[in-house]
């Protein structure tokens, strides 16, 4: 048996190895796996893991940590070519993408502090050629050939990088899929430790189910209350919060391979090994979504959606619901595993306990996930895109008055609905007074948060495109941006001019640097709101006074201008 799984792991893609060997109960040492170097000469002890569930998506690799400093060397994992450079204030900051095309991969190392000379002078040739600090470049495989271990940056902080480290992503060149990487670097990486629960819950079916005697509810175990009992009757959704741990870290990770039985039968297994970016705001259907986005929390559930929008990842019996009609007592067990086969194991019973099911009342307009779905009245139109939505909705729309806005606040479906992606809204403006139309703004609003949505005017409509769900009114904003010069007096002694900017709603869209009437290229990390510029002795000379203009614009057209000067 052995050898010939071997045999069929050879011929079929590299990273499904570790799925087979898990179904199969077999352990295969993944030889056929290519032995990628290490990118960096420190231990990798993870910050992070592959799949993490994440805020509208799957975490698309493994975080390394680098001992809470920056500056490390980072080193190609195999022989390749860089294919692609990127340079953002957010997102993945100063990114090098690797193309190994004897292994059909790609590897992708960010949140870099800086590029290799022969990297950052093609970057660097490319902003100063687009006056532009972000870029995205794309590369052919005679520029930039690199060899395994061969020094391609130096880690650090960038782009939306909650603290030094290093990502690096796996990527199938063919498809374009996330992998795990962790198959690639599990001998290098120490872990005994099994995943850990945190919680338990049981949600009913809205309309066909009861949890603890009551319709419209769901029971949660924690603590020393872990092993009660549920009692239920119907059909329920059964829910997990865990966590993955690993050696020699307090760190907390996601939890890889998932199964759920009832009654010795297995009803879902979930195998986190790889994903199509396309599918990542799926992330958001794999947990009770309303305790996400109220209180953060992420009880991973059963249910699987009418779209089945990770059916790969995902397989089910009844879409993961479990029907209660018998008054007895249901063993189940949840089995959490992760890449080095530590595996724990959670019993826990549902007793069948008879209840009356209230039906579900149905209100709204019914929308299929399928299909384009439209509203519309007199002042608003809202138009959903096929395969907005995970499930058929009943859609509501609801008005209120909210002083200082323009518009009524439109409550547009709930927001603790999940849904794939944007969509349009349409608002007529009954009163239309101002003069510079850039400067109204459509918002989101949550509570006292407000954020603004990518929108523009268009004769007394003002067209929008949100990513979810809640509610939404119509402002302005005439407030231009802010610009700080950060410590002035001493831009001459340390060669470096810096700005912290900000901005009040619409945000930042653009802004420019000029030192003595010509571009400077200020780079922007965007977590902090710093711009800053390092005197380049090519492009200005020292021992004089030196012209500053700094211009910042945000989304409504709104431009705010700082001039100085300094000597250097």
Not at 311 to 324: F, P, S
Not at 367 to 375: A, L, V
Not at 493 to 511: A, P, Q, T
Request: proline fraction near 5%; glycine fraction near 8%; hydrophobic fraction near 30%.
């Amino acid at each position: 048996m052995k050898n010939t799984l071997s045999y069929i792991i050879d011929r079929l893609p590299q990273t499904t190895a570790s799925l087979i060997l898990l179904l199969s109960g077999t352990t295969y040492s993944q030889s056929t796996l290519p032995d990628l170097a290490p990118p960096m000469d420190i231990p990798l002890i993870l910050s992070g893991n592959f799949g993490e569930l994440r805020s509208n998506h799957f975490h698309s690799g493994l975080d390394f940590k680098t001992q809470g400093r920056t500056g490390i060397p980072i080193h190609a994992a195999e022989d390749g070519y860089v294919s692609r450079i990127t340079v953002s204030p957010w997102g993945f900051g100063r990114a090098v993408y690797i193309t190994h095309p004897e292994l059909g991969l790609v590897t992708v190392y960010g949140h870099l502090d800086s590029f290799s000379n022969e990297i950052d002078k093609i970057v660097r040739e490319k902003q100063y050629e687009l006056e532009e600090f972000r870029v995205d470049i794309t590369l052919t495989p005679d520029q930039i050939p690199v060899k395994r271990g061969q020094r391609i940056a130096l880690s650090g902080n960038s782009g939306s990088s909650g603290g030094p480290h290093l990502h690096m992503d796996v990527r199938d060149a063919a498809t374009e899929e996330a992998l795990d990487p962790m198959p690639y670097y599990r001998k290098r990486i120490t872990d005994k430790i099994a995943p850990q629960v945190r919680a338990l819950a049981l949600y009913e079916v809205d309309g066909e189910g009861s949890v603890e005697g009551a319709t419209g509810n769901h029971a949660s175990r924690t603590g020393d209350n872990i092993s009660k009992p549920f009692t239920a009757w119907g059909k329920v959704i059964p829910a997990i919060k865990a966590y993955d741990k690993m050696s020699g870290t307090t760190n907390i990770y996601g939890v890889k391979h998932l199964i759920l039985k009832v009654d010795g039968e297995e009803i879902y297994r979930r195998d986190i090994d790889r994903f199509d970016f396309a599918d990542t705001r799926a992330v958001n259907t794999l947990a009770d979504y309303a305790g996400v986005v109220n209180s953060g929390s992420w009880m991973m559930w059963t249910r699987q959606p009418q779209s089945r929008p990770l059916q790969e990842m995902i397989t089910t019996t009844d879409d993961g619901i479990v029907t209660i009609d018998e008054e007895r007592e249901y063993a189940c067990e949840w089995i959490l595993t992760d890449e080095h086969g530590n595996t724990t194991r959670r019993p826990f019973k549902i007793i069948g306990t008879p209840s009356t099911i209230t039906p579900q009342e149905q209100k709204g307009n019914l929308m299929s996930y399928q299909g384009k779905n439209t509203y519309s009245d007199d002042n608003i139109r809202i138009i959903f895109p096929e395969h907005t939505f995970y499930d058929d909705l009943y859609f509501t729309l609801s008005t209120k008055p909210t002083p200082g806005y323009l518009s009524p606040v439109y409550e547009v479906a709930d927001r603790t609905i999940p849904i794939t992606g944007e969509y349009t809204i349409e608002i007529k403006l009954s009163t239309d007074t101002i003069a510079d139309k850039s400067k109204y703004c459509l918002v989101r609003l949550n509570g006292k948060r407000r954020s603004a949505v990518d929108s523009k005017y268009e004769d007394g409509v003002i067209i929008g495109s949100p990513s979810a769900l809640g509610n939404f009114a119509v402002t302005t904003d005439t407030t231009p941006p802010t610009i700080r010069p950060e410590k002035a007096e001493l831009w001459g002694k340390r060669g470096r001019v810096s700005f912290l900017i900000s901005d009040n709603l619409s945000g930042i869209k653009s802004y420019r640097g000029e030192i003595d009437g010509k571009f400077a290229l200020f780079e922007l990390d965007g977590k902090t709101g710093r711009a800053a510029f390092k005197m380049d002795v090519t492009r200005f000379a020292k021992g004089r006074r030196h012209d500053v203009k700094f211009t910042v614009t945000d989304a409504c057209g709104n431009e705010s201008e700082y001039k100085g000067n300094f000597t250097w």
